[in-house]
């Protein structure tokens, strides 16, 4: 069935730094790559979102990009801030027939000031 | 304007009690979904509604879960003889389209069973 692997499953890094999140998704008809982030005692919130037919995506210090061919998505945050700390989660969503999403397993961030 | 909103926060419950949980959509928000999010897990599909019918429902992991939406709006999720391995998270998305359009989630319902 589908699949979407994220890696790593924690992440820590100094403030300043950037982060690095990646996934693999495994149905091809997938067209609809979003990510969101969860705060503590809240529901996920999109942060960026990616389409298949483009490369790459940028919004201030927050990057996705996708590689099709491989199947492979990855959320860059650049010059992180303590406030980035949170759980992150990709997902993966196909349009054929139905517009269900999958989700991958969260990473968890800390930001170290 | 009003976000998705869940009922309730938390509900404590007994094994084999029947339980249910709502969602109010944002207003306007044809699509519909559940998700269920065990203690440090990402988050399992369980239905999607369009409208007041239920395309896809192959996330439901067993008969003791329901779920229905009335008018367009409101859904409620209904576990029966409810089982301790159904304590989680129960998130709770709308969009303004099938789907097509970004997701926005509710604070989700900790569901604990006892």
């Known amino acids: 069935g589908e699949n979407v692997e994220q890696h790593p499953s924690t992440l820590s890094v100094q403030e300043g730094d950037s982060a690095v999140i990646k996934c693999t998704y495994s149905d091809s008809a997938s067209n609809y790559f979003p990510w969101y982030k969860q705060e503590l005692g809240k529901g996920p919130q999109l942060i960026i979102d990616?389409?298949?037919?483009?490369g790459e995506k940028k919004d201030q210090r927050i990057a996705v990009t996708l590689n099709k061919t491989a199947k492979h998505f990855s959320l860059h945050i650049t010059e992180t801030q303590p406030e980035d700390s949170a759980v992150y989660f990709c997902?993966?969503?196909?349009?054929?027939?139905?517009?269900?999403?999958?989700f991958g397993t969260g990473t968890r961030l800390k930001v170290l000031a | 304007g009003a976000g998705v909103s869940q009922s309730p926060s938390n509900k404590v419950t007994e094994k084999g009690k029947d339980v249910e949980l709502r969602c109010d959509p944002i207003?306007?928000?044809?699509?519909l979904y559940w998700y269920r999010q065990s203690l440090g897990q990402g988050l399992e599909f369980l239905i999607y509604?369009?409208?007041?019918?239920?395309?896809?429902k192959s996330g439901l992991p067993s008969d003791r879960f329901s779920a229905e939406r009335t008018g367009g709006s409101v859904s409620t999720l209904t576990i029966q003889r409810t089982q301790q391995e159904d304590s989680a998270v129960y998130l709770c998305?709308?969009?303004?389209?099938?789907?097509?359009?970004?997701?926005?989630f509710g604070p989700g319902t900790r569901l604990t069973v006892t």
């Open positions: 207003s306007g928000h044809t699509a």
């Open positions: 997902a993966a969503r196909s349009n054929s027939g139905t517009y269900k999403y999958i």
């Open positions: 990616i389409r298949s037919n483009v």
């Open positions: 998305a709308s969009s303004l389209q099938d789907g097509t359009y970004e997701q926005y």
């Open positions: 509604f369009q409208g007041n019918s239920a395309p896809d």
